[in-house]
Structure formats: C-alpha cells, structure tokens
C-alpha cells in the first residue's frame, strides 16, 4: 500500500515562474513532513519540511504548505530557475527525529529556459 | 564536513553470490539508516541502527540481509545468496538526535545478473 502519493510523475515549468508540486499521504498518524530533491548520480539532498501543527513553512524561494483535512502537502517554488530540475521527493514519518521515512514515488521537474 | 561515504558506488554480481556494502555516515551522527530505491519509486526504509544498536528492520529486509554497525561508527550491509529482485540502489543516510534531517550518501547501485 502506498502510503504517500505523487501522481504526477513529471512536471515541466517555464524559468521564473512558479512550480507546485503535490503530495497524498493516507496514514493520519504521519506528523512530520520533508521534501527531499535529487539529481542524477547523487543522494537525496534536505530541502524543507514541515510538522503537522503548522500549515506552511517558508524557506527562501521554497514553501511548503500542509492541509491536514485533506491530507494533502504541496511544495511552490518561485521563481523557478534551471538550477532546480531534479527529481523531488516528498517524504513523511510518525515519529519527528527517528526518520523512518515513508517516500512517494517523485516527481521529475524541469525547468525550461 | 565530508558527508556521508558509501562504497562502492555499483557492484555487478552473478545471481547466488553475497556482496558487502559499506557507509561512513558523518562523523558526529549517532544514528544511521538504510534505504532501498529501485526504479521509478521512492527511496523505501531497511533498518536503522542508534549507536551500534539495531533498533529497527523493515519487512523488506528478508533473511538473506544483515546490517550492523560495529563501535557506532560505519556500517556494513550484505546480502546472500544475491537474487535479480535485490538489483537496486542502496541508499544509507544519517542524523542526530537533535537534527531531524537526514543526510543521504550517493549510494551504491547493485546490478544481479
């Protein structure tokens, strides 16, 4: 069972404006949110998160926001820049520190000059 | 900081033979994980280690898999008796208790033939 949703496989956003990306998670005992972004031949790499008592958190040009009811988490990157093609993953755990991570499958953006 | 090191970076192996991976994770990190990615899906949980302690396996960690982590420091990882199903990148990936995030190395892409 697929516990955490990324049902677009790609996305594909012209330079300077926004990216939104989107995530589903079933599991209302997840309480801990992380967008993890990753270029080929490397790790994931850290970009941003969010806990469930919060609705957004903001972090230079990335925000995440978080809609409990809905279970529901989106990433807006703005402006868009080259820099940020990659493949982004949303993660989420139940227990914030131990990061027994539950991923989604990714969602490949490219950025269009 | 130099990040978390894994070794080697592929390994191509006959079906039935054991291979052996290794993780430094960085050095002041006490906790350590394992990650399975194979393609087109998210990175999936293994175990993870606190210190030299395994505290956790995933049901994806069949008999044929052992971790450990001796002193607390590296860990190895090894499959026996490879099969075509094990053919992945294995991700290992570490934090602290006071960090949330975790740091992922580039992996090691096993190919069983």
């Known amino acids: 069972d697929q516990q955490v949703k990324q049902n677009s496989p790609s996305l594909s956003v012209q330079e300077g404006r926004i990216s939104i990306l989107n995530c589903d998670y079933t599991?209302?005992?997840?309480?801990?949110f992380l967008w993890y972004k990753k270029y080929p031949a490397e790790g994931p790499t850290f970009l941003i998160s969010?806990?469930?008592?919060?609705d957004k958190n903001e972090d230079g040009r990335f925000t995440v926001f978080l809609n409990k009811s809905a279970k529901h988490l989106s990433l807006h990157i703005v402006p868009s820049q080259p820099g940020d093609s990659a493949v982004y993953f949303c993660?989420?755990?139940?227990?914030?520190?131990?990061?027994?991570?539950?991923f989604g499958q990714g969602t490949r953006l490219t950025i269009n000059p | 900081d130099t990040g978390v090191s894994q070794n080697p970076r592929h390994k191509i192996t006959k079906r039935g033979q054991n291979v052996t991976f290794r993780c430094d994770p960085i050095?002041?990190?006490?906790?350590l994980y394992w990650y399975r990615q194979t393609l087109g899906q998210g990175p999936e949980f293994l175990t993870y280690?606190?210190?030299?302690?395994?505290?956790?396996k995933s049901r994806l960690l069949s008999d044929r898999f052992s971790a450990e982590r001796p002193k607390g420091s590296f860990s190895t990882l090894e499959i026996q008796r490879t099969e075509q199903g094990d053919s992945a990148m294995y991700l290992c990936?570490?934090?602290?208790?006071?960090?949330?995030?975790?740091?992922f190395g580039s992996g090691t892409q096993l190919s069983v033939l």
């Open positions: 969010i806990s469930s008592i919060k």
């Open positions: 599991n209302s005992m997840f309480d801990y």
């Open positions: 280690f606190q210190n030299e302690a395994q505290l956790e």
């Open positions: 993660a989420a755990s139940i227990i914030q520190g131990a990061q027994k991570l539950v």
């Open positions: 990936a570490s934090n602290s208790y006071t960090n949330e995030k975790l740091f």
């Open positions: 050095s002041e990190h006490n906790r």
